[in-house]
């Protein structure tokens, strides 16, 4: 049987008398790959935010690793997420004045392991080799996306985590992005992804529909 590297029991989530996540039981597999999915306000965001450690939850228990997290000080949730998990986002969060080398840079500089040859592989890996150089403003957005790709794997996360990575991208970036995401599958590791487009789902493994902050369905995606 596989090992399940992520689990939640009764997770809740509560933003004042507003309940955005309500008991939610969810079990992930090493390599496994989860498409969460729903209509805005379903708590997607919320679940993932969850998930990386970023926020906390008001009720149940989070299991990454073997390890219950609400039992982790900040420092130790800081630790988590740097060293198990890669975060990409819808929005792209490069630092304006830093080159598609060094924003890759600056991820391993809170991992504390400079080395520019590392990052530049990892541009290389989301073939971006020939525009390390380059700030983001003369990047195009798929670019810009997969600078943020190469930013998440420079830790060998075994985890990543995304929120509607192809959001903003054009058909031609969305497909570029998406084979990505498939090799990486296929390299073995577990992903977890949020998104609005069934067609991206489709690629994984898996999909859990939110609606109103509950599981209103977990099945295969084939």
């Known amino acids: 049987m596989e090992q399940i590297v992520l689990e939640t029991k009764g997770l809740t989530k509560r933003f004042g008398n507003v309940t955005s996540l309500d008991r939610v039981d969810m079990q992930v597999r090493k390599g496994e790959w989860v498409s969460i999915m729903g209509p805005s306000g379903s708590g997607k965001t919320t679940m993932l935010n969850l998930l990386s450690c970023l926020d906390a939850p008001s009720e149940g228990e989070y299991i990454l690793d073997g390890v219950a997290t609400a039992t982790l000080t900040e420092k130790q949730r800081v630790a988590v997420r740097r060293e198990k998990i890669g975060l990409i986002f819808q929005q792209f969060h490069l630092v304006p004045y830093l080159t598609a080398l060094e924003n890759v840079m600056l991820a391993q500089y809170y991992h504390s392991m400079i080395d520019s040859k590392d990052a530049e592989q990892a541009l290389v890996h989301v073939g971006l080799g020939h ?19 190469a930013r998440a794997l420079i830790n060998q996360p075994a985890i990543i985590l995304a929120d509607e990575p192809t959001g903003n991208l054009d058909e031609a970036n969305e497909e570029v992005v998406l084979n990505l995401f498939q090799e990486l599958h296929r390299e073995g590791r577990t992903i977890i992804l949020v998104t609005h487009n069934p067609e991206l789902a489709e690629y994984s493994d898996r999909v859990i529909r939110l609606h109103h902050g509950r599981v209103q369905n977990d099945a295969s995606a084939h």
């Open 131 to 149: 525009r390390i150089g380059h700030l983001p403003s003369q990047l195009s957005g798929g670019e810009q996306q997969r600078v943020c790709i």
